[in-house]
């Protein structure tokens, strides 16, 4: 998978230094992958979930954060959109 744009993985990791490790092993599993939907994902990474209308969220480090990104499988490419505390993602405002 073609992933845009790691920047935010960077960015979102010098806001919380806990998450550096977390986002670079998902960077790594995403970047080798091959997937062709949601049900390939999560063959990889189990709590992957797909909000109904665009976005797949990925729970990083035991759920203390949330990935939400973007998977154009037919072109095999990531959009990185948010990456948020859990406390952010429930309310919503990243829609």
Known sequence: MHII?????VEAAAAHADLEGPLDTWYRIAKRADWKSIDDVRKTLPTADYDGKQYTIFNIKGN???LSVKIEYRFQMIY???VLTHTEYDKGNWR
């Open 64 to 66: 203390s954060y949330r």
């Open 80 to 82: 990185i959109k948010h």
């Open 5 to 9: 744009s790691r920047k935010k993985l």
